[in-house]
C-alpha cells in the first residue's frame, strides 16, 4: 500500500497584508460605487505591491459592498493610499456613503502566498 503524503508549509520572509474594507452605499448611489471601485480596482491591480483587489457585492442588502484588498507588504498599502486613482476613488464616493467605511486587518495563513 503506498504510503500517505503529507502538505507541509514553506517559510514565508514577509506575510503579505489582506484588508477587508466594508462599506454601506445610500441605494441612489449603488450603480456609481460599482463603477468608481470597478475603475480604482482595476488600477489597483497595476501597482506592483497588490496581489488582489476584489469589489464584492452583498447579495441580499446590495448596498453593502466588502473590497478585498491583498497587498505583498505594509508599504504597499502605503503605497496604495499615494496612488491618483485611490484618491480620486476616495474623493469620487465620499458622498455615497450611508455611514463610515471600516476596514479589518488580516495577514496571510492558508493558502500559501503564491496561491493567491
Partial sequence: MPQEQYWMPTQRRVPMVIVHVFVHVKQESIEDFKNASIENAGNSILEPGVRRFDVIQQSDEPGRFVLVEVYRSEAATLEHKQT?????????VEAMMAEPRYSIRYTNVFPEDAGW
Avoid at 491618483?84 to 469620487?92: G, V
Wanted: hydrophobic letters at 35%; a positive charge.
Fill in 84 to 92: 491618483l486613482h485611490y484618491k480620486q476613488w476616495k474623493e469620487a
